[in-house]
């Protein structure tokens, strides 16, 4: 089946420092999302990319956060500048873009800001 | 504004019996997607069972079956014949296309099976 792959599977940062957290979505896959959750606490969007460029994007992700596909099968977050409460795990989601099937999730990168 | 709640924070079950956990959710849509999450111990998120707004009958996959009653907003998840391996937090989750096709996670339950 199909997976989403995201490395490193764990990164641990100094504060200040910037991150690169990559992925390579399912090949047919239009849609990409990252999503983050803070340890114990819920699942949250941060944004969505489709055609190249931004779809949308939540409050969260505010000028820190930056995503790219440098190429057809990457699909990057990158943090600017990283602060102690960006210590989360992040996962990388795509989708074919019909709602009836959802998304397929990463198995997650465990970002430890220090 | 769309939002989940999950009002069990924390919940068990012994070995083989049967266990249902709640989830309402808040939306003015009429056409959307509910959907459950499985998260174990190594943290990755699985698709458990997803529900077409539209559809009236419940979904159900092998031991996962839904009870959706859209008039209440209400979205709760069956697990029968409980095993070791269903120790997990469960995420209701709820998707619609006039929100982007984005989720919206409720905050959670965490649910543990007794041997």
């Known amino acids: 089946e199909p997976e989403v792959t995201q490395t490193p599977s764990h990164q641990v940062t100094q504060m200040g420092q910037e991150v690169i957290l990559r992925c390579v979505p399912i090949?047919?896959?239009?849609?990409f999302y990252w999503y983050r959750q803070i340890l114990g606490q819920k699942v949250e969007f941060l944004v969505s990319f489709y055609n190249n460029e931004i779809s949308e994007k939540s409050e969260i992700f505010d000028d820190q956060f930056s995503v790219e596909r440098p190429d057809g099968s990457n699909f990057t977050l990158k943090i600017r500048s990283t602060k102690l409460e960006d210590s989360a795990m992040y996962f990388c989601?795509?989708?074919?873009?019909?709602?009836?099937?959802?998304?397929?999730f990463g198995s997650g990168t465990r970002l430890t800001v220090v | 504004a769309q939002t989940v709640t999950q009002s069990q924070p924390e919940m068990s079950v012994q070995e083989a019996e049967t266990v249902t956990l709640s989830c309402t959710y808040d939306?003015?849509?009429?056409?959307?997607?509910l959907f459950w999450y499985k998260q174990p111990p190594s943290r990755q998120m699985i698709l458990v069972i997803r529900q077409e707004a539209y559809k009236q009958q419940n979904a159900t996959e092998n031991r996962f079956s839904v009870n959706f009653q859209k008039a209440a907003k209400s979205f709760s998840l069956k697990i029968s014949d409980s095993q070791l391996g269903d120790t997990a937090m469960y995420f209701c989750a709820f998707m619609t296309y006039n929100y982007g096709q984005n989720f919206v996670f409720g905050p959670g339950t965490r649910l543990s099976v007794l041997p």
């Open positions: 989601a795509s989708s074919e873009g019909s709602l009836e099937y959802g998304y397929t």
């Open positions: 090949s047919n896959h239009l849609y």
């Open positions: 939306t003015s849509e009429s056409n959307y997607y």
